[in-house]
């Protein structure tokens, strides 16, 4: 629910439309309360957006423990593109779960949305996808992710390239045998 919104591209976003942090909590606090009244089976995953230059922190947003069941983090390596410049894994990534797991020390973390652009030499994808299980590997609390497995704005997928694929199969093996 209300994903990213420490990034400026959706309306609940902070800092759009007048949003403040407090205004977000309220209104997670507000829709958990009303959810949870009436459905005892759902579950609420908080998902900020990794801290780029493009974002701000998500720490001010954090609804409380007592108000999510996992914790969501969303992170793409856009690659060299206008705005943007490539950036590994360990990069994207090592901050935010820091602060995650900063923030809460109990609930299971989620990549709720995880992608990587191609780079301009055919091996950078593959050694993305192979760093990005490197990091989530080392991070016990990291429980699964998503991968956002589309020809969008970039080529996300992870089977872009018969490289990729291969990083992409090996890793989840060597992944899910730990």
């Known amino acids: 629910m209300a994903q990213e919104m420490n990034g400026d591209w959706y309306p609940w976003s902070i800092g759009t439309n007048g949003n403040t942090p407090g205004d977000f909590k309220a209104v997670w606090a507000r829709i958990h309360a ?7 089976n759902v579950s609420f995953v908080w998902a900020p957006n990794v801290v ?4 701000q922190g998500f720490a001010e947003c954090f609804p409380g423990s007592h ?13 060299e593109t206008a705005g943007h410049q490539w950036q590994s894994a360990h990069t994207l990534f090592t901050k935010s ?5 900063q923030l809460d020390s109990e609930h299971p ?9 191609e780079g301009d030499q055919s091996n950078l994808k593959p050694q993305w996808i192979r760093d990005f299980f490197t ?18 704005e970039r080529d996300w997928r992870f089977n872009s390239s018969p490289l990729s694929a291969r990083a992409f199969r090996e890793s989840l093996a ?4 730990n």
């Not at 009303?34 to 005892?40: F, K, M, P, R």
């Not at 060597?174 to 045998?177: E, P």
């Open 174 to 177: 060597a992944w899910t045998h």
């Open 135 to 152: 990091v989530i590997g080392t991070n016990d609390r990291v429980a699964a992710f998503i991968w956002f497995q589309m020809d969008k």
């Open 52 to 55: 780029t230059d493009g974002t």
């Open 109 to 117: 973390i989620l990549i709720t949305e995880v992608g990587c652009a």
């Open 67 to 79: 108000l999510v069941d996992y914790l969501g983090l969303d992170g793409y390596n856009w690659g």
């Open 34 to 40: 009303i959810v949870t009244s009436q459905a005892s």
């Open 97 to 101: 779960l820091s602060t995650l797991t």
